[in-house]
Nanobody
Framework: QVQLVESGGGSVQAGGSLRLSCVGS????????LAWFRQAAGKEREGVAR???????FYGDSVKGHFSISRDGMDNTVHLQMNNLKAEATAIYYC????????????????????WGQGTQVTVSS
């Protein structure tokens, strides 16, 4: 049974930082493309960042320079470091895994990912 479990969400003031983590189990984690998505209330799900097995990173335009994705094969974890947070970052954040070593070209499409976590709430107050 494949499972992804996010943690690290919470409330923070604008300008603050949070570090999200997602622990995977039940599959060869180190061979999957991993990504973070978010969905704000009333908005569509948005691809935030992705990282391939080789460590190649890519970010959505709205988070470039402020967010950083990383993965740790030793403990099957992918992290999302979020700095200088703004109110518009408020959303539920989900980690996702695609059954491919390299990430799909259309990595922002949720349909490209087979496994999803349950999400963790991030709230940024201005």
């Amino acid at each position: 049974q494949v499972q992804l479990v996010e943690s690290g969400g919470g409330s923070v003031q604008a300008g603050g930082s949070l570090r999200l983590s997602c622990v995977g189990s039940g599959y060869p984690y180190t061979t999957y493309c991993l990504a973070w998505f978010r969905q704000a209330a009333g908005k569509e799900r948005e691809g935030v960042a992705r990282i391939s097995v080789a460590g190649a990173e890519f970010y959505g335009d709205s988070v470039k320079g402020h967010f950083s994705i990383s993965r740790d094969g030793m403990d099957n974890t992918v992290h999302l470091q979020m700095n200088n947070l703004k109110a518009e970052a408020t959303a539920i954040y989900y980690c996702a895994a695609a059954v491919t070593r390299t990430c799909p070209g259309s990595w922002r499409l949720g349909s490209r990912y087979k496994y999803w976590g349950q999400g963790t709430q991030v709230t940024v107050s201005s």
